[in-house]
């Protein structure tokens, strides 16, 4: 019998154990002082996979490029993320997207933003 079963990834206003996190490095912002929580709520047996959590105050940060592939569902809040390219797309709860490994992009949170998120690492294309 296997002891893996199914994850509930829970949408409402509460996250039980959300904790202060630091994936907004210093040299990656560009406005405001982001405060950002936390949790992973699934992680797979290699290491690969990580599903959670993640919330912040409005700021502006650069991810240059993202070191994994992400998909973003946002709870609340609003992002503006603009591309290497200049052009700009707006996000806002309710919408989704996909940040591709090796993207290059700067987040302009506009609102407190709360998103659950999966990520796969570039290790995971290695194995």
């Given at each position: 019998m296997s002891d893996l079963k199914c994850v509930r990834i829970p949408t409402g206003a509460t996250f039980?154990?959300?904790e202060p996190t630091d994936f907004i490095t210093p040299d990656m912002i560009k406005a405001g002082e982001p405060k950002e929580y936390?949790?992973?709520?699934?992680?797979d047996q290699t290491g690969q996979l990580d599903a959670g959590v993640w919330e912040c105050q409005p700021h502006k940060h650069v991810n240059d490029p993202s070191p994994y592939d992400e998909f973003v569902y946002l709870i609340e809040g609003l992002i503006e993320v603009t591309e290497?390219?200049?052009?700009?797309?707006t996000y806002k709860a309710g919408d989704s997207f996909i940040m591709p490994r090796g993207c290059k992009c700067t987040w302009d949170v506009k609102e407190p933003?709360?998103?659950?998120y999966?990520?796969?690492t570039a290790e995971a294309y290695q194995g």
């Open positions: 039980p154990g959300i936390g949790r992973s709520l699934y992680a290497e390219d200049g052009s700009v797309e933003v709360r998103k659950l999966v990520v796969l």
